[in-house]
């Protein structure tokens, strides 16, 4: 069982692609309620995957933010294992509303990536 967590969170943008998903919008996509609540949404939902190994790593998880805020289609980009990797994904389920990016003044699907780092260690006694 893990027994502490170092959770940290950025949000990557990706570029544009055939399907009219953008990484370079004027205006990114942004959790409706703000970032600070985006680390507090990622923190309040995580639950510690049953392990009994030393676990470090980054789950890179990748979703589409559309037109209407809600997130779309995520994806394990790079996991560490499946435990975490499903946590991760079920983390980004969670989360709220997103503000669109927009681009040229219209609202547009944006590509963004959320890397989770976890930090998991066995105690002494194990």
Known sequence: MCLNYILSISIILLGQDSSSVFITPE???????GSQQLLNDIYKNLKSPSTQADIT??????????????????????????????????IISLLGEWTPGKLYGKKIN?????P??????RSPSQ
Request: charge should be positive.
């Open 57 to 90: 790593g980054r789950v890179y998880v990748s979703f589409t933010v559309d037109t209407t805020g809600k997130i779309t289609n995520p994806k394990i980009k790079r996991g560490i294992n499946e435990l975490f990797d499903k946590e991760a994904l079920r």
């Open 116 to 121: 989770i780092t976890f930090n998991c260690n």
């Open 27 to 33: 205006i990114p996509a942004q959790y409706k309620i």
């Open 110 to 114: 944006t590509k963004m990536i959320i």
